[in-house]
DNA sequence: CAAGTACGTTTGCAATTGCAAGCACGTTGG
DNA sequence: CCAACGTGCTTGCAATTGCAAACGTACTTG
């Protein structure tokens, strides 16, 4: 299986770029990119970077994807990182963070419903979402 | 050039391990190793990671020992850690994404109207609103 | 001196990366 | 109709990765 070639192209189509068009943007071969995508190869770490470059995402989470990083994770890294941005205003961070917190709540009730043949409590006991700290 | 290698064989030498340990503790050939650490060969992303965790450190540093990985951004954090929450569907992930664009756009634009003595510099988006914080 | 060991290094070699060139298919429009 | 362009994909091929096997030492031992 190859999350990463399927993430990339994800991320591709999300930012409407064309294969040429990221791969002019990545500074690598329209060729070689499309096979990393469908999975058939394997890109190097230089390669990699120069395809998160490309997406204007970080090089890390494309490792994460590639499963050469450990996942740092991202539950929090999401709440930290737009509690941090200090591009946002107030409003529009807490705007952001509730919508977060509704979408976990969603699939976390869906998880539920779907599993309740098998045991309980399958994520965090934390019942109500943390407004914002700080 | 060879910064890498001569950080990896200092990191080594630190702990005390001699070439072949190191290259059993991290499933390396020891003659790759060894080249690796003179400058000879450049290791993929796999490789790098697996000499990290046999030398116990964290792969991002040597990453970015490697200059394969830049030390993180700061706006950048949010989009990449939504893109890279597997808590989330990916409808959920466009719709955050989205809506941090349009808050990124909207600050960009009023800090546009703010500045007009500045006259054009279009590219910097990073000078910032910082009317209210927190 | 020969034998055993541990060290880093050199040497072919299969497997893989990454690319230039070209292919197949669809959309325009002159 | 058929060039012209856009999309992604296939195909050789040079360059590189990464390894197994062997090498050259030094340092202990019998």
Redesign the interface.
Known sequence: MSGLGSFIR??RD?AQMSLRQLAQAANVSNPYLSQVERGLRRP???I??RIASGL??????L????G????RD??E??T???A???????R?RS??LQ??AA??A??RAQAETAADATAEAPLVDDGENREEQ?
């Open positions: 994800e991320q999300q190097s770490a230089e990699l970077g204007r995402i970080s090089a890390e989470t490792y994460v994807q590639a050469i990083l450990d996942q991202g539950d890294t999401v930290t990182a737009i941090a941005d200090q591009t946002l205003t107030e529009q705007t952001l919508i977060y979408f976990q969603e699939n700080q």
